[in-house]
């Protein structure tokens, strides 16, 4: 049998759901920020890409 009283059952019980709602939150928050920092991956690559290119065209043209 448990040392602990009905009273301090409900609280630990209680505390337990608490912790479990926070933790499927911050889950959910994670998440949302790991999809931002690959979107930002992305553009960022992107932007670089198109820069090198200008880059590699504009030198051509001023070669000429």
Same mark, same amino acid.
């Given at each position: 049998?448990? +040392? ?6 409900? +609280?630990? $019980? ?9 933790? +499927? ?7 949302? !920020?790991? !999809?931002? $920092?690959?979107?930002? +991956? *992305?553009?960022?690559? =992107? ?5 090198? *290119?200008? *880059? =590699?065209?504009?030198?051509?043209? !001023?070669?000429?």
């Amino acid at each position: 049998m448990s +040392k602990l009283s009905e009273l301090e059952e409900g +609280k630990l $019980l209680q505390a337990v759901e608490s912790l479990t709602n926070e933790c +499927k939150t911050l889950n959910i928050r994670v998440r949302a !920020l790991e !999809l931002q $920092l690959a979107r930002g +991956k *992305g553009v960022l690559s =992107a932007v670089v890409v198109v820069s090198s *290119g200008l *880059g =590699a065209i504009i030198s051509t043209l !001023l070669n000429k």
